[in-house]
Structure formats: C-alpha cells, structure tokens
Nanobody, 120 residues
Framework: QLVESGGGLVQAGGSLRLSCAASERTFSRYAMGWFRQAPGKEREFVVASNWIGGSTLYGDSVKGRFTISRDIAKSTVYLQMNSLKPEDTAVYYC???????????????WGHGTQVTVSS
C-alpha cells in the first residue's frame, strides 16, 4: 500500500514536498518513483530510484528542480519540488516496481495520488 500526502496549492516559484508512505517490504525491496498526470494528458514519469542499486532517473521536465529522497526509519519516500511552474500542476502518484533492475515503466503498485496546483 502506498499513501501519498503533501499536495496543495502553491505559487509559481514556490516549493512543496510530497510524501509516500509504504510498507517496509515495499520500501526495502522495490524500486520506487513518482509519476504525474495533468488534466487531459497521459501519465508522465517524474523520477524513480533503486535504493539497492543506488541509481536514480529523472524526467527531463523536472531535472534540476525536483529531488527524490527517502527516510528508512519511516519507510517513506519524498519528492522535493522546487521552482515550481504552472505546468507542474497535476495529480502526483507514488509507484513501486518489483523488478528493481530497471527504473522505466511499467510499475506494479500505485497510490491514489495527491493534487498539486501551481498558480501563475
């Protein structure tokens, strides 16, 4: 089970931090990442990380602005979003992948999403 939190309304240029709480098994064994979906658009890959292998992959649209991290004690993954733009407005989903050798989709488990709205 993946549970996201931390979404909300922010002005352009601002920051938000999303959280994704996972089970210990998911957190320790699977690759985990973030996706987003804006109204009328397909789901977009944002970032993912394989904690075991130490690799991280960012989508081109968020490189240099977003950062994925984790808190082992809390089995929680974070998405720090800085320099937010109106085009970052979307529902953000946390996801986990059993096959952690590759970070690219498809992913196996999904949260319900959290809304992020960036005003201009």
């Amino acid at each position: 089970q993946l549970v996201e939190s931390g979404g909300g309304l922010v002005q352009a240029g601002g920051s938000l931090r999303l959280s994704c709480a996972a089970s210990e098994r998911t957190f320790s064994r699977y690759a985990m990442g973030w996706f987003r979906q804006a109204p009328g658009k397909e789901r977009e890959f944002v970032v993912a990380s394989n904690w075991i292998g130490g690799s991280t992959l960012y989508g081109d649209s968020v490189k240099g602005r977003f950062t994925i991290s984790r808190d082992i004690a809390k089995s929680t993954v974070y998405l720090q979003m800085n320099s937010l733009k109106p085009e970052d407005t979307a529902v953000y989903y946390c996801a986990a992948k059993v096959d952690n050798r590759r970070l690219s989709p498809p992913y196996d488990y999904w949260g319900h999403g959290t809304q992020v709205t960036v005003s201009s």
